[in-house]
């Protein structure tokens, strides 16, 4: 018989980028005694890895607990990104309601729609939460109503429209029930908790079903899934089976060797579980999420919805550049299998395939911005390789015609800059769906466009709205094809000799477009190092030496002014590099070059292609 556990609370909080659902969440640790009193505490305790803490983005969602009137909150952080979406929609299924995060500022998002619309399919009820409300320009009276607005859109049922709203400081640690009433403590919202979130219900007596939302990793112990217990109860040393809802052969008998809890941030050892409780499993090591662990009794899989296909992919290679293996610690190609291969471990949206060559490797995911990720963790792992520019991934329908990845984008920018935007935008062959004004004299345009029109776009939005504008998009299906579209209008400055770059050869070369580099760095023939003012791609000798006459002095060359380089970061690059270019990423350096380096059999393969 089913029966609801009141000891316990399962809770995401969800929202858009940097709406501050990770400082909630720190605070909510604290007000809750997780700490000692004189423990030293770091911002966002919550991002743990390096990338997360420097870009201030959560990319995996993090479990933890706290405990307040002698129940058990389980909170699950989430990450607001578009390319991370299929970590929230899994999540989602271990809770029974959501804390949805609102800037007081920025209103309800193209993100904050995504992640409430899959919390209101599930018919999660959800706690409103206008975060920020200390800040000088908030206006939390008119956020309300968009709140409300986006709810009717997406067709909330009586009770989801009839939700709590908290008005809060995440930073200084205060929410308060009363829009006009400042809070002193996070209080209120953990009594919204308690009396909104429903308690998690299941029948302890039946068999047990464990579903698996997220998988982690640890080198000591291998494969660790994460889950709720739905019905009956789980402990060490049981035997269990491994069914999926969407395998239906898939029977695997295996025996949990070891089982946690999560209490503030550390896991805990726990003998058993029950219904309602978030667990961590780990001596299994053929787990993954979407599975069902069930009593052999009763193998039934809890239905679970499949993770979202990858929409764009990139060829990872080794680097067989001049400078190859001089920075790096793993350059062969079986570290850079090993790597790719063990990152499906915990990244559920990454595809990695073989390709007929053992140097190269097909890896596809969900936007530029997951592959950034990897790319970046690997290359302060230690490891060198080469990456091309990013591909979208295209489908055909029955009838035979080709399909490509739409994307919604909106966009706020100051109203000078949107006739420029628009046009931009439009021969990277996007639609106007809307154009209205938004807060604090923004225009907000909201386009329909192919996934590839926005490949190397970011870059080159941040300098036409001068750094003023805010661009966010989300996966909206697959379209028919578009037609073709025109990257990039500048060509390359290619090196023409192998040497380190003299101020002499930069000076001459500086003329013809934008440098990549400084005097004293290395360079091989076909590296590229700047980018050609004109459409075409322009060989230069920027090794090339003044040539001294016994009249002329040496000190000469030191009032030649060069203008300082253009340092492209890993995003910039990955935009930057077109498709006859590949992007060499070692530890310490970012370098571009020409697939073929031979300049002769460059032109040769440009004259076979045309």
Same mark, same amino acid.
């Given at each position: 018989?089913?029966?609801?556990?009141?000891?316990?609370?399962?809770?995401?909080?969800?929202?858009?980028?940097?709406?501050?659902?990770?400082?909630?969440?720190?605070?909510?640790?604290?007000?809750?005694?997780?700490?000692?009193?004189?423990?030293?505490?770091?911002?966002?305790?919550?991002?743990?890895?390096?990338?997360?803490?420097?870009?201030?983005?959560?990319?995996?969602?993090?479990?933890?607990?706290?405990?307040?009137?002698?129940?058990?909150?389980?909170?699950?952080?989430?990450?607001?990104?578009?390319?991370?979406?299929?970590?929230?929609?899994?999540?989602?299924?271990?809770?029974?309601?959501?804390?949805?995060?609102?800037?007081?500022?920025?209103?309800?998002?193209?993100?904050?729609?995504?992640?409430?619309?899959?919390?209101?399919?599930?018919?999660?009820?959800?706690?409103?939460?206008?975060?920020?409300?200390?800040?000088?320009?908030?206006?939390?009276?008119?956020?309300?109503?968009?709140?409300?607005?986006?709810?009717?859109?997406?067709?909330?049922?009586?009770?989801?429209?009839?939700?709590?709203?908290?008005?809060?400081?995440?930073?200084?640690?205060?929410?308060?029930?009363?829009?006009?009433?400042?809070?002193?403590?996070?209080?209120?919202?953990?009594?919204?908790?308690?009396?909104?979130?429903?308690?998690?219900?299941?029948?302890?007596?039946?068999?047990?079903?464990?579903?698996?939302?997220?998988?982690?990793?640890?080198?000591?112990?291998?494969?660790?899934?994460?889950?709720?217990?739905?019905?009956?109860?789980?402990?060490?040393? #049981?035997?269990?089976?491994?069914?999926?809802?969407?395998?239906?052969?898939?029977?695997?008998?295996?025996?949990?060797?070891?089982?946690?809890?999560?209490?503030?941030?550390?896991?805990?050892?726990?003998?058993?579980?029950?219904?309602?409780?978030?667990?961590?499993?780990?001596?299994?090591?053929?787990?993954?999420?979407?599975?069902?662990?069930?009593?052999?009794?009763?193998?039934?899989?809890?239905?679970? #919805?499949?993770?979202?296909?990858?929409?764009?992919?990139?060829?990872?290679?080794?680097?067989?550049?001049?400078?190859?293996?001089?920075?790096?610690?793993?350059?062969?190609?079986?570290?850079?299998?090993?790597?790719?291969?063990?990152?499906?471990?915990?990244?559920?949206?990454?595809?990695?395939?073989?390709?007929?060559?053992?140097?190269?490797?097909?890896?596809?995911?969900?936007?530029?911005?997951?592959?950034?990720?990897?790319?970046?963790?690997?290359?302060?792992?230690?490891?060198?390789?080469?990456?091309?520019?990013?591909?979208?991934?295209?489908?055909?329908?029955?009838?035979?015609?080709?399909?490509?990845?739409?994307?919604?984008?909106?966009?706020?920018?100051?109203?000078?800059?949107?006739?420029?935007?628009?046009?931009?935008?439009?021969?990277?062959?996007?639609?106007?769906?809307?154009?209205?004004?938004?807060?604090?004299?923004?225009?907000?345009?909201?386009?329909?466009?192919?996934?590839?029109?926005?490949?190397?776009?970011?870059?080159?939005?941040?300098?036409?709205?001068?750094?003023?504008?805010?661009?966010?998009?989300?996966?909206?299906?697959?379209?028919?094809?578009?037609?073709?579209?025109?990257?990039?209008?500048?060509?390359?400055?290619?090196?023409?000799?192998?040497?380190?770059?003299?101020?002499?050869?930069?000076?001459?070369?500086?003329?013809?477009?934008?440098?990549?580099?400084?005097?004293?760095?290395?360079?091989?023939?076909?590296?590229?190092?700047? #980018?050609?003012?004109?459409?075409?791609?322009?060989?230069?000798?920027?090794?090339?030496?003044?040539?001294?006459?016994?009249?002329?002095?040496?000190?000469?060359?030191?009032?030649?002014?060069?203008?300082?380089?253009?340092?492209?970061?890993?995003?910039?690059?990955?935009?930057?590099?077109?498709?006859?270019?590949?992007?060499?990423?070692?530890?310490?350096?970012?370098?571009?070059?020409?697939?073929?380096?031979?300049?002769? #059999?460059?032109?040769?393969?440009?004259?076979?292609?045309?």
């Amino acid at each position: 018989m089913k029966q609801a556990r009141e000891d316990v609370r399962n809770i995401a909080i969800i929202a858009h980028v940097d709406h501050g659902k990770t400082t909630l969440v720190d605070e909510l640790l604290k007000q809750s005694g997780v700490f000692r009193e004189n423990q030293e505490v770091a911002e966002r305790i919550m991002d743990s890895n390096d990338i997360e803490r420097e870009r201030g983005i959560t990319i995996l969602s993090k479990n933890t607990a706290v405990t307040y009137k002698n129940t058990k909150i389980n909170i699950i952080d989430t990450p607001g990104h578009a390319d991370f979406g299929g970590e929230v929609e899994r999540v989602l299924k271990m809770v029974n309601g959501v804390i949805l995060v609102v800037d007081a500022f920025e209103g309800a998002m193209p993100q904050t729609k995504f992640v409430l619309h899959r919390a209101l399919e599930l018919g999660l009820p959800v706690i409103v939460c206008i975060n920020k409300i200390d800040r000088p320009e908030a206006r939390p009276r008119e956020v309300i109503d968009e709140v409300l607005e986006l709810f009717i859109d997406l067709d909330a049922s009586e009770e989801q429209l009839d939700c709590p709203f908290l008005f809060a400081s995440a930073k200084t640690g205060i929410a308060s029930l009363d829009i006009d009433q400042k809070g002193t403590d996070m209080i209120p919202l953990f009594e919204t908790i308690l009396n909104y979130i429903p308690a998690p219900v299941g029948d302890p007596e039946a068999g047990t079903q464990v579903l698996i939302s997220t998988i982690d990793y640890n080198e000591y112990v291998g494969r660790i899934g994460v889950g709720k217990v739905d019905n009956g109860s789980v402990r060490v040393n #049981q035997e269990v089976v491994i069914v999926n809802h969407h395998e239906p052969d898939k029977q695997q008998k295996v025996k949990i060797s070891k089982l946690y809890e999560f209490d503030g941030l550390n896991r805990t050892e726990v003998r058993e579980a029950t219904i309602g409780s978030i667990v961590a499993i780990s001596g299994i090591a053929d787990l993954h999420i979407g599975d069902t662990l069930c009593s052999p009794e009763h193998p039934h899989p809890i239905p679970f #919805q499949k993770i979202s296909e990858p929409t764009i992919a990139m060829h990872f290679l080794v680097n067989d550049s001049p400078l190859a293996g001089k920075e790096g610690k793993y350059v062969t190609s079986r570290h850079l299998r090993e790597r790719l291969f063990r990152e499906l471990n915990t990244d559920v949206s990454l595809r990695v395939e073989e390709t007929d060559t053992t140097e190269i490797f097909r890896v596809a995911g969900r936007g530029e911005l997951h592959l950034s990720v990897l790319i970046e963790n690997m290359r302060r792992e230690g490891y060198e390789f080469a990456v091309s520019k990013a591909q979208v991934l295209y489908k055909t329908d029955e009838n035979g015609h080709k399909l490509e990845p739409m994307e919604l984008t909106y966009i706020d920018v100051p109203e000078e800059f949107s006739g420029i935007v628009i046009e931009k935008l439009s021969q990277r062959k996007g639609e106007l769906l809307h154009m209205g004004t938004g807060s604090g004299g923004y225009t907000r345009l909201e386009f329909s466009i192919p996934s590839r029109g926005l490949i190397g776009y970011r870059g080159e939005f941040l300098t036409d709205t001068r750094g003023n504008g805010i661009m966010n998009s989300s996966f909206n299906g697959y379209g028919p094809y578009k037609g073709d579209i025109q990257y990039r209008k500048q060509g390359s400055l290619i090196a023409f000799e192998a040497g380190e770059a003299i101020t002499y050869g930069l000076y001459n070369a500086q003329e013809r477009g934008t440098l990549f580099i400084a005097p004293g760095e290395k360079v091989y023939a076909g590296m590229v190092v700047g #980018q050609n003012s004109r459409g075409e791609d322009m060989e230069l000798n920027v090794c090339k030496k003044k040539q001294l006459t016994n009249t002329r002095s040496s000190s000469a060359d030191e009032a030649l002014r060069l203008t300082p380089p253009k340092i492209l970061s890993l995003e910039q690059a990955l935009e930057f590099i077109d498709t006859d270019e590949l992007l060499e990423v070692t530890p310490v350096s970012l370098r571009i070059r020409k697939k073929i380096l031979d300049s002769t #059999q460059r032109k040769r393969a440009a004259a076979r292609q045309n």
